[in-house]
């Protein structure tokens, strides 16, 4: 009787499964402040792992550093120590790296840009101020487990957006 009462009781085990991830679109629509200018780039994300490289473009503006390092740490596992490589000048990008860089689109003050695609992240501003709301905004794109460092196996993907943002109000 005993043996039967656990054999009723047990449960087959769940094949894992890779969770599930909102269109591109999905996020998009939810994010706050809404962007001057967002679109979604169809059945594109870009996968982030513990060792995706995340680097600081020579042509960083000031106080970027700052915000590299706070990317970085929201973006490192338990076991991971997520370092920031600043590139020399004429540097290539490494492949799959999730990059800030100055931005020259004339724009300045903290308006920024965001691309994300399967090849990477850019993250582009001509101010510190700027990247920080770059970085809010991609923190809005990435699944929820990325609050949570000891979330176990957390699989961040960032989907494929194209984001244009300035501030709009005073």
């Excluded at 679109?25 to 001057?36: D, E, G, H, K, Q």
């Excluded at 594109?44 to 970085?72: K, M, N, Q």
């Excluded at 991971?80 to 799959?96: D, T, W």
Aim: some cysteine; overall charge positive.
């Amino acid at each position: 009787l005993l043996l039967f009462a656990l054999v009723a009781c047990a449960r087959a085990p769940r094949a894992r499964t890779r969770p599930s991830v909102a269109p591109a679109s999905a996020r998009i629509a939810t994010l706050i402040p809404a962007p001057v200018r967002a679109q979604a780039i169809a059945a594109d994300s870009f996968i982030v792992t513990d060792s995706t490289p995340l680097a600081l473009a020579a042509d960083a503006p000031e106080g970027s550093e700052r915000v590299a390092r706070s990317l970085a740490s929201l973006l490192a596992s338990p076991q991971v120590n997520r370092r920031v490589v600043r590139l020399a000048p004429g540097e290539a990008i490494p492949a799959g790296a999730i990059v800030l860089r100055g931005s020259t689109d004339g724009r300045g003050g903290e308006s920024y840009l965001l691309h994300a695609d399967r090849n990477g992240v850019t993250l582009a501003s001509a101010t510190a101020a700027g990247l920080f709301n770059a970085v809010q905004t991609l923190r809005q794109l990435l699944p929820l487990a990325v609050e949570n460092r000891a979330a176990v196996k957390r699989v961040l993907v960032v989907p494929g957006v194209d984001v244009r943002d300035q501030p709009r109000y005073a």
